[in-house]
């Protein structure tokens, strides 16, 4: 239960089992527990992830358990829904990464708790497609794609590490969902400090991008499909990967640092300033060899990611002529 805290199963035990709402807030017993959920939101706001941590003795196991709802509190002491997705991508993640060792009588148990309609048949999970496409709405890329999946009676066959994927998303929109839950003054007084610690540094990862960051670029000039891309991250909303290389894409060739694009992802639910330093410089040429063009319209349709297209949109099959043909027209 420690492992797995969003199970109904934890939820049980503790309101059967443990300490009382004032015990949890205020008993000097339980202070390890409350500093372990807030070690809990850090870590999702900082790291993207939940640590593991020991859990040998019955101290370590019942912090571990009851860190889960002081997290949650905290999260609603803030109230940020950049720090609700965050953390409910984070609590995702790491629900993933445990699951790999569960076998399949769990994550068949799991799947009926996050209410995911499924089949488990000769070695392949089958889920439901109306499951699966609201669990995959933000995974845009072509394998995801309904039109690319096997398909037999209305339900979608997936292999066991993509059926994992397929729940994650569904535990993330389940925690983002609940959250922020509704906090007293009591519970808002004794997490004063973290709430304020925590919504200065949403602040700082806020302003480390802001639209007048472009230098020469002109944000009135740019398509309507990166305005999307970029109003989404700038409220520190997930962008599927075909957007992000889009993105990076069309900013580069417009002059843009890799350094200054890297700055404007760092308001992202999952936001790893290793990995994405990687992929832009990858794009931007610098490790691959390679300066990649942004895709053209067309592509950027098949994606999913052309949004609003405008009367000029209709004249144009790039993304670039546009930014050059408002431009223009600006000129004259």
């Known amino acids: 239960m420690a492992r797995f805290p969003y199970l109904k199963e934890t ?8 300490p009382s709402l004032d015990d949890l807030l205020t008993d000097p017993a339980y202070e390890e527990a409350r500093m372990a959920g807030e070690r809990r939101v850090f870590e999702a706001l900082e790291k993207s992830t939940i ?14 358990l009851l860190s889960y709802p002081v997290a949650r509190m905290i999260v609603s002491c803030v109230g940020d829904p950049f720090l609700v997705r965050r953390y409910a991508l984070s609590e995702a993640k790491t629900a993933n990464r445990r699951w790999l060792d569960e076998d399949n009588e769990f994550i068949a148990g799991l799947s009926n708790e996050l209410d995911v309609d499924h089949r488990m048949e000769d070695g392949y999970i089958k889920i439901h497609f ?9 995974m845009r890329s072509k394998g995801w794609k309904l039109i690319n999946q096997r398909l037999d009676g209305g339900y979608v066959t997936l292999s066991r590490q993509k059926f994992l994927r397929v729940l994650q998303d569904a535990l993330r929109i389940r925690i983002e969902n609940e959250l922020p839950l509704e906090v007293n003054e009591k519970i808002l007084e004794t997490f004063r400090g973290p ?13 480390k991008y802001k639209a007048e960051d472009f230098g020469k ?10 305005n999307r891309l970029l109003a989404t991250l700038q409220t520190g909303e997930g962008v599927p990967h075909t957007g992000r290389f889009a993105l990076t894409a069309f900013l580069r060739h417009l002059g843009l640092r890799p350094d200054d694009i890297l700055r404007m992802f760092s308001t992202i639910p999952d936001f790893d300033e ?9 794009i931007c040429g610098m490790t691959s060899g390679t300066k990649y063009t942004p895709p ?25 002529s546009y930014y050059r043909l408002k431009g223009k027209k600006r000129t004259a």
Do not use: W
Not at 130 to 138: C, I, Y
């Open 11 to 18: 939820a049980s035990h503790i309101k059967e089992s443990d």
């Open 51 to 64: 640590e593991d941590h020991s859990l040998v003795s019955d101290a370590e196991i019942l912090n571990e």
């Open 130 to 138: 109306s499951d699966f496409l609201k669990n995959t709405a933000q």
């Open 195 to 207: 709430t304020l610690e925590l919504i200065d540094k949403i602040q700082e990862k806020k302003s």
């Open 217 to 226: 670029i002109r944000t009135t000039r740019l398509p309507p499909c990166m």
């Open 274 to 282: 290793g990995k994405t330093r990687y992929q832009i410089e990858h």
């Open 296 to 320: 053209e319209c067309s592509t950027m349709k098949s994606y999913g990611i052309c949004y609003n297209p405008d009367e000029l949109c209709g004249k144009i099959k790039h993304p670039l």
